[in-house]
């Protein structure tokens, strides 16, 4: 339940930030593109809206999602102004902080959580013509962060979850092309990249990880041969041509897994890399994720009768795995493949042996 809020409540935290707007791009225009682009993901979008001289000033913002036949989600996205430019063009701004509410209503239960939206110094503009939008953004901070209230587990356990990404120095564009089906294309560069999850169990382990990376770059794609995506039957949707790309590509990047259980030692795995790129995607042909990381070091605490300490490096790392998604009666193909290029290990890991 808790993966399906992040999943819903990021494609609404993305997506409101690069919306759709038509050819003389009024305010207005923008206003229902955004009512449409909402419908595209499944959602009804509506707001309190007021017009002025400068444009449109909408509050209480709310999107209200169907997940399946017994679960809805509502995300209540706070406010927003549409200003129209004298050139033509249209702003979009938004609070320097707000908090987005995802609700997740149920048959049987119910849960909440709630994302704060990281703005600084942002600035969004629209051009382009009907069905072919492109979008610059510009931030000194965007990100977002989010913290689920408290829930049970299968075994009577609390457990509390966070979430948090961060970019500094964000310069994105994103194109949005609605001739034939949906399509959506974003790239951004990235002064600094940070990404942190963290999960606290009453009576089990907590574990967090921080992904940090500077000199970064990242991609979106979407297609889609319809306009709107069933996401309560999201396999089916595959099945008839959905694709998703996303791809991220750094410079010098720390990565640290922390690994805590009750009155034991922490366990902590700290990895550095000089540059590299990752890729995920999915699509009717499967589940595909790549990686590839040049001058990698990497390193694992001695931590007693429980782990055999490891540090070392490796010049070289690729990774590439294509799994399928569905079944089928038709032959399907899985790829694993790996490739490491000079990997030394410290002598503390043969002392062990």
Known sequence: MYIRQILVAGLIAFSINSQPARAELT???VWNDLSFYAAIFGGELSGDVSKSVAGL???NIRV??????????????????IIGLDDGRVQLIYPEDQVVIVQDVGAETSASSSIR??????H?????RPGNVTYETKAEELGFELQGDPRQDEEGNTVETGLKFLSQGFVGTTQVNMQNGVELRHSASHDALSYYVSSQQESDADISLLI??????SSYTLSN???????SDFVSAFKEGLSLQFGFGFGPSTTEVTFEEPETEEI??????????VKYSMAKNGWGYSVSSQGITFSVPDVEDTVIPVAGTIEHLELDTLVPMFSSDSLQGLVLKGNVTNLTLADDFWDEF
């Open 27 to 29: 305010v207005e225009d």
């Open 57 to 59: 000033t909408v509050s």
């Open 64 to 81: 209200g999602f169907q997940v399946n036949e017994s679960n809805a989600a509502v995300l209540e996205l706070g406010n927003l102004q």
């Open 117 to 122: 939206i990281i703005c600084r110094d942002h």
């Open 124 to 128: 969004v503009i629209a051009t382009g």
């Open 212 to 217: 940090a990376a500077k000199d970064a770059t």
């Open 225 to 231: 041969p319809k306009e709107s995506i069933e996401w």
């Open 268 to 277: 902590r795995f700290n990895m550095e890399s000089r540059s590299g790129q």
